[in-house]
């Protein structure tokens, strides 16, 4: 077979610990027997990071809004610990906040279900993804300690708009959200849901919250009326609900529904999701910017897999998150490019996993949801070579 010829590069991210072990591995035995891949790579190891003064981190980012298309490992984000362990000259902030404050895209994170794996929750038999708008809110959020016979005021332009001044020992806080971010945010969500054909949620709390996130509400619904004549078409729907209301429609749902949250409640619900979906594991993640694709693995990078990989062991870590990314990332660098084998190659790839699972070939952490009689456990070297020969016959 000719290998695939790409006319654009995709970013490479490079990562750390066991993912990066992994998405080596990856690379060399699910994509380049088969494409002519042209990458722009970027190394985002700790060291790296640290031997650039993470400027990489930022180069990396600059490069997917120049090539629109970008596959990230998962790397380590530093804390005390690294500091010593990597002999850090700083404790460098997470390589993740950095590319989407810079990308400010919208984080989708979507489970890749299987019929073989049971889903905690028996009602859903398709995926629940989440969009979070990953900017502002308590995120920017200042506190403020304010005594008793204290009096805080809040002005604006000098005019008081409010002050606060209690007879007992307060805390206090403050936050915001950008208009056009939330503008941007409501839009990628009604294109994101057409894309996917899935019906659309949005949640707040502005029954109690009126001022605040009625804004929220009123953007979505705003924004509603540019999509309804296409909504309707694709036989999909648009909900706003109270958030409580929201959590009690969609736990007895059946699924295929993209639900659209502000930061806090996105950041904790997409681990609520994750978990009924069996594991992290099997959770795609993606930053969707302007016109940038940036492709990623929810989890991390498995340090604990590593430390014994370090000590030789094959282990058993599950690959599919990994190689869903470099498959979302060429399928999206073929449909931009009109290179219709780069984009059926992402999409037999995949094809590719799901059969290896299906027929039973599984890592240690699936082995508790498996709902078929016989599976053989497969470390993660093994799992690769089951989807290579699956994805051989497919091609
Ligand atoms: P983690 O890497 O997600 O792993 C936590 C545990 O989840 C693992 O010990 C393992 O459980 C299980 N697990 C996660 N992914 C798995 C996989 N592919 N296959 C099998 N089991 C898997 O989280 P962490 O250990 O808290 O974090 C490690 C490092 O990753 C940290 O430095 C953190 O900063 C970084 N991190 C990066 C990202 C990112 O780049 N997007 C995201 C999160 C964390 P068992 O040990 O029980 O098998
Ligand atoms: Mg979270």
């Known amino acids: 077979m000719e290998k695939i010829k790409m006319q654009n590069p995709i970013v490479e991210m490079d990562g750390d610990e066991m993912t990066r072990v992994i998405w080596k591995d990856i690379k060399s035995e699910l994509l380049e027997p088969y494409i002519d891949l042209n990458i722009d790579y970027y190394d985002l190891s700790m060291e790296n990071r640290n031997d650039t003064d993470d400027k990489v981190t930022l180069e990396s980012a600059k490069a997917v809004e120049k090539h629109k298309v970008g596959v990230k490992c998962a790397t380590i984000?530093?804390?005390?610990?690294?500091?010593?362990?990597?002999?850090?000259?700083?404790?460098?902030?997470?390589?993740?906040?950095?590319?989407?404050?810079?990308?400010?895209?919208?984080?989708?994170?979507?489970?890749?279900?299987?019929?073989?794996l049971n889903i905690l929750v028996p009602t859903w038999k398709a995926p629940i993804a989440i969009a979070r708008h990953s900017f502002g809110d308590i995120y920017v959020s200042k506190s403020f300690d304010v005594k008793e016979g204290d009096e805080l005021k809040v002005t604006i332009n000098g005019e008081e708009k409010y002050s606060y001044a209690p007879d007992y020992h307060a805390i206090f806080l403050t936050q915001y959200n950008k208009i056009e971010s939330i503008k941007y945010f409501a839009h990628e969500c009604f294109k994101h849901a057409l894309e996917k054909k899935m019906d659309l949620v949005f949640s707040t709390k502005d029954t109690v919250v009126p001022g605040y996130d009625s804004v929220f509400k009123d953007i979505f619904n705003e924004a509603y009326e540019d999509y309804k004549g296409d909504?309707?078409?694709?036989?999909?729907?648009?909900?706003?609900?109270?958030?409580?209301?929201?959590?009690?429609?969609?736990?007895?749902?059946?699924?295929?529904?993209?639900?659209?949250?502000?930061?806090?409640?996105?950041?904790?619900?997409?681990?609520?999701?994750?978990?009924?979906?069996?594991?992290?594991?099997?959770?795609?993640?993606?930053?969707?910017?302007?016109d940038t694709y940036l492709y990623e693995a929810a989890h991390g990078t498995?340090?604990?897999?590593?430390?014994?990989?370090?000590?030789?062991?094959?282990?058993?870590?599950?690959?599919?998150?990994?190689?869903?990314?470099?498959?979302?990332?060429?399928?999206?660098?073929?449909?931009?490019?009109?290179?219709?084998?780069?984009?059926?190659?992402?999409?037999?790839?995949?094809?590719?996993?799901?059969?290896?699972?299906?027929a039973g070939f599984i890592t240690g952490d699936l082995i508790s949801t498996y709902n078929k009689k016989d599976y053989v456990k497969v470390n993660y070297l093994e799992f690769i070579q089951k989807v290579k020969e699956f994805l051989e016959k497919s091609l």
């Not at 282990?315 to 290179?339: C, H, M, P, Q, Y």
Request: aromatic share 10%; glycine share 8%; with cysteine.
């Open 231 to 290: 909504f309707e078409k694709a036989g999909i729907r648009y909900d706003y609900y109270l958030i409580d209301n929201a959590i009690a429609k969609i736990m007895r749902s059946e699924g295929n529904i993209l639900w659209a949250l502000k930061n806090y409640d996105g950041d904790v619900m997409s681990d609520m999701i994750s978990t009924v979906f069996g594991s992290l594991s099997l959770m795609e993640s993606s930053i969707i910017g302007k």
């Open 302 to 358: 498995v340090t604990a897999h590593y430390r014994r990989y370090q000590k030789g062991e094959i282990t058993s870590t599950n690959s599919v998150a990994l190689i869903f990314t470099w498959a979302s990332g060429l399928e999206k660098r073929g449909e931009l490019d009109g290179n219709k084998n780069l984009n059926e190659f992402g999409i037999k790839l995949k094809k590719a996993v799901k059969d290896t699972i299906e």
């Open 77 to 116: 984000t530093a804390n005390e610990d690294r500091v010593e362990e990597f002999n850090l000259k700083k404790i460098y902030p997470s390589p993740n906040a950095t590319i989407r404050a810079y990308l400010d895209g919208v984080m989708f994170r979507e489970p890749i279900v299987f019929d073989c």
